[in-house]
C-alpha cells in the first residue's frame, strides 16, 4: 500500500505516474467496456458541503452514478460501488435488470456494493480514508493490474485515495481543479477564444467586490443587470443577481466611481439570491472563504442555456460526447434543472467546435476525463445565436448520467458532423431528463411503492424498442418528494411526452384523495411480514 509521509510536490508526482499507467491500456472507453476490467466506482460529492447542502436532498446524489452498473452488460467486467448509506436493494434490482441479454444472476456476482454507513456531511472519499479496514476490503477486491477509479469530480480526497489504493484516477489530477471554478473557467475561456461575458477575476471580500461591479458597469454603461457568483458555486445555486435599474440615474458618466462604487455595496443585500434561504450576510461570508466573480448578466429577448460535453482521454486527445439545451429554473432561471438531448440544430455544431476548442486548451493544462462547457444563446433573428459561455464543469454533471444511460443501454454511437445519437438500429434517439421531479404529494414513496407503479403503468425503458423511462434519485422520493428522468424516444416530441406520461401517472398514484390500493395489488404482505404474529 502506497504511504502518504512524503511532500505535497511528490504526492503530486505519485499520482501522476500512477494515473499515467492509464495510457497502457486505453484506446477508447469502448475497450474499457469490452475488456477485462475492475472499476471502482466512488461517487463522492467533494466539494464545498455548505455550497452542497443547498441542494434538496442532496445525500442522495451519491445515487446519480448508478448508471454505471449498466457497465456490467459486459461480462467479464467487474465493479465496486461505495456508498455513504447501503442503497435499497430495489433500487439495484432495478438497474440491473436493465442490462440486455445479461442474466441477472451473473451481473450481480460481479458488483461489490459497500458502505461506510456514515449520514454525516464528510465528502464520501473522506469517510472511506478514515477506514484503513474498508480500505483494505476494497483494495484485496481489486485486481490492481487491471483497475480504475472513477468518482463525481476529483479533490484531495480523490487523489489520496488514488494513491492508497494503487488504482490510477480516469479524472482531472486535483490540482487541477482550479479550472472548473468560476474564475478558471473565464481563464480558460480567454486563452481558448472562446466569447465569454465581461467580468472580473475572483475577488476575496465586499470592498472589492463593489469595486469589481462598478468597474464593470463602467465599461459597459448600458447594463442592466449583473450576475454574482461564489467561485465554486454549483448547478447556479451560488449565483445573485444585482439589478442596476433602481440606481439608473447613477449609470456613467452621471456620476462618480466612488458613488457608484456605494451605490453597489449599498445594493448587495437587495440581490435576488437564486439559492432558498440564501441572504447577504451569509453570501458575503462565503466570499470570504470561497471567493467570487461579478458578470455581465446577458440580456434578450429570446434566450437558452445550451450546453456541450467532452472527454480528455489518457493520451490527451479531445473528444467530443453530447450537446444539450438545460432547462433551468430559479427565480431568475438560473437554476440547473434538467436537460433536452441533443441541443438545438441551429447552433449544436458551434457548440461542438468551441467544446473542443475549450478541451484543447484544458488538455495542455494536464486535464483528463470530463468535462462540460455552458453557454448562454442569444436569438439574434435570421436563425442567427450568440453564444458566450458562462463556465466549466471539470466534472461529471447533471447532462453525465442520462446521456451514459442512453449509450450504455443502446451501445450506440454520437455522430460528430450532425451533433446526433444514434442506436445500433440506425435509428436517432431524443431524451428528456431531469433531476428535479420535486412534488409535496410524492413525499412518503418508497422505492418499492416506485417499482409497482413503474410495472403497473409500464413505464419502464424496453429494450426491444428503445424507448421509455429510466428513473434515477430514487432514494430522494422518501424524504423530499423529489425524483430523477431519463425519457428517451425516436424524437424530441416524443421524448417529451413520455415525460409528461410520467408526470401525470405519479401525480395521479399519488392523489391525496385516492382510498384504494390497486396498483399496489402485487404486494406480497404475507411475505413482508414472514416470521411475525399479530
Request: aromatic share 10%; hydrophobic share 35%.
Given at each position: 500500500?502506497v504511504t502518504l509521509?512524503?511532500?505535497e510536490s511528490?504526492?503530486?508526482d ?7 499507467t492509464?495510457r497502457?491500456?486505453w484506446k477508447?472507453?469502448?475497450?474499457f ?8 466506482v466512488v461517487?463522492?460529492l467533494s ?9 434538496e436532498g ?9 448508471f454505471s ?11 465496486i ?9 430495489s ?6 435488470q436493465?442490462?440486455p441479454?445479461i ?6 456476482n ?8 456514515d449520514?454525516s ?10 477506514r ?6 476494497i483494495?484485496q477486491?481489486?485486481r ?7 468518482c463525481?469530480?476529483s ?21 487541477l481543479e ?5 474564475s478558471?473557467s473565464?481563464q480558460?475561456?480567454a486563452?481558448?477564444?472562446?466569447p465569454?461575458?465581461d467580468?472580473?477575476?475572483?475577488v ?5 467586490l ?5 468597474d ?10 449583473i450576475v ?7 448547478s447556479?445555486e451560488g449565483?445573485?443577481?444585482l439589478d442596476l435599474r433602481p ?6 458618466p452621471?456620476?462618480?466611481h466612488?458613488e457608484?462604487v ?10 435576488s ?8 450576510d451569509?453570501f458575503?461570508g462565503?466570499?470570504?472563504?470561497l471567493?467570487?466573480?461579478?458578470e455581465?448578466f446577458?440580456e434578450?429577448e429570446?434566450?437558452?442555456?445550451p450546453?456541450v ?9 479531445v ?6 439545451d438545460q432547462i433551468l429554473?430559479?427565480p431568475?432561471g438560473q437554476i440547473?434543472l434538467?436537460c433536452?438531448?441533443?441541443?438545438d ?6 457548440l461542438?467546435?468551441?467544446?473542443i ?7 495542455e493544462k ?9 453557454f448562454?444563446?442569444?436569438?439574434k433573428g435570421?436563425n ?10 471539470l ?5 453525465t448520467h442520462p446521456?451514459m444511460?442512453?449509450k450504455?443501454?443502446?451501445?450506440g ?5 450532425t ?10 434517439k ?10 409535496d ?10 417499482m409497482d ?9 424496453d ?5 421509455g423511462?429510466v ?8 424524504q423530499?418528494?423529489k ?10 416530441q416524443q421524448?417529451e411526452?413520455i415525460y ?5 401517472v405519479?401525480d395521479?398514484?399519488t392523489?391525496?384523495?385516492k382510498?384504494?390500493f ?5 404486494y406480497d ?5 414472514d416470521?411475525?404474529?399479530?
Amino acid at each position: 500500500m502506497v504511504t502518504l509521509n512524503v511532500s505535497e510536490s511528490d504526492q503530486a508526482d505519485r499520482f501522476r505516474d500512477l494515473q499515467l499507467t492509464l495510457r497502457d491500456r486505453w484506446k477508447t472507453i469502448e475497450l474499457f467496456d469490452n475488456s477485462d476490467a475492475d472499476i471502482l466506482v466512488v461517487p463522492s460529492l467533494s466539494i464545498d458541503q455548505r455550497e452542497l447542502q443547498k441542494i434538496e436532498g442532496c445525500e442522495h446524489y451519491e445515487e446519480r452514478l448508478l448508471f454505471s452498473l449498466m457497465r456490467l452488460r459486459n461480462p467479464r467486467t467487474r465493479l465496486i460501488y461505495v456508498t455513504s448509506m447501503p442503497l435499497h436493494p430495489s433500487v439495484i434490482d432495478y438497474y440491473l435488470q436493465l442490462l440486455p441479454g445479461i442474466p441477472f444472476s451473473h451481473a450481480r456476482n460481479r458488483l461489490l456494493l459497500l458502505s461506510t454507513y456514515d449520514s454525516s456531511l464528510k465528502p464520501l472519499s473522506q469517510k472511506i480514508l478514515e477506514r484503513p479496514r474498508l480500505l483494505e476490503r476494497i483494495r484485496q477486491a481489486l485486481r490492481l493490474d487491471k483497475s480504475f477509479m472513477t468518482c463525481y469530480n476529483s479533490s484531495y480526497f480523490e487523489g489520496e485515495l488514488s494513491l492508497k489504493l494503487g488504482v490510477p484516477l480516469y479524472a482531472a489530477a486535483p490540482n487541477l481543479e482550479i479550472w472548473g471554478s468560476k474564475s478558471g473557467s473565464r481563464q480558460i475561456f480567454a486563452e481558448s477564444k472562446v466569447p465569454f461575458p465581461d467580468g472580473c477575476e475572483r475577488v476575496w471580500n465586499e470592498t472589492d467586490l463593489a469595486e469589481a461591479a462598478a468597474d464593470l458597469w463602467e465599461r459597459q454603461p448600458t447594463l442592466k443587470r449583473i450576475v454574482v457568483k461564489l467561485n465554486e458555486g454549483i448547478s447556479g445555486e451560488g449565483n445573485a443577481l444585482l439589478d442596476l435599474r433602481p440606481i439608473a440615474n447613477l449609470a456613467p458618466p452621471n456620476s462618480s466611481h466612488a458613488e457608484r462604487v456605494a451605490a453597489m455595496s449599498d445594493r448587495f443585500s437587495t440581490m435576488s439570491f437564486q439559492a432558498k434561504k440564501e441572504n447577504w450576510d451569509n453570501f458575503s461570508g462565503r466570499i470570504t472563504e470561497l471567493g467570487g466573480i461579478v458578470e455581465a448578466f446577458v440580456e434578450g429577448e429570446i434566450k437558452r442555456s445550451p450546453s456541450v460535453q467532452g472527454r480528455i482521454t489518457p493520451n490527451g486527445e479531445v473528444e467530443i460526447l453530447s450537446t444539450h439545451d438545460q432547462i433551468l429554473g430559479g427565480p431568475d432561471g438560473q437554476i440547473y434543472l434538467g436537460c433536452r438531448f441533443p441541443a438545438d440544430e441551429v447552433y449544436r455544431l458551434q457548440l461542438q467546435q468551441l467544446g473542443i476548442q475549450v478541451g484543447k486548451k484544458l488538455a495542455e493544462k494536464g486535464a483528463l476525463e470530463r468535462f462540460g462547457v455552458d453557454f448562454i444563446a442569444v436569438d439574434k433573428g435570421n436563425n442567427e445565436w450568440d453564444l458566450e459561455a458562462i463556465e466549466i464543469n471539470l466534472r461529471k454533471g447533471g447532462t453525465t448520467h442520462p446521456f451514459m444511460t442512453l449509450k450504455l443501454l443502446t451501445n450506440g454511437r454520437y455522430d460528430l458532423s450532425t451533433g446526433l445519437f444514434y442506436s445500433q438500429q440506425g435509428r436517432p434517439k431524443y431524451y428528456m431528463a431531469t433531476d428535479n421531479l420535486q412534488k409535496d404529494r410524492y413525499r412518503g414513496l418508497l422505492p418499492n411503492d416506485l417499482m409497482d407503479i413503474i410495472a403497473h403503468h409500464r413505464l419502464h425503458f424496453d429494450s426491444g424498442t428503445e424507448i421509455g423511462t429510466v428513473f434515477h434519485l430514487m432514494g430522494c422520493l422518501s424524504q423530499f418528494g423529489k425524483l430523477g428522468l431519463t425519457c428517451i424516444g425516436d424524437s424530441p416530441q416524443q421524448a417529451e411526452e413520455i415525460y409528461n406520461k410520467v408526470v401525470k401517472v405519479l401525480d395521479e398514484e399519488t392523489r391525496t384523495s385516492k382510498s384504494d390500493f390497486s396498483s399496489f395489488s402485487d404486494y406480497d404482505f404475507a411475505t413482508t411480514w414472514d416470521g411475525y404474529s399479530f
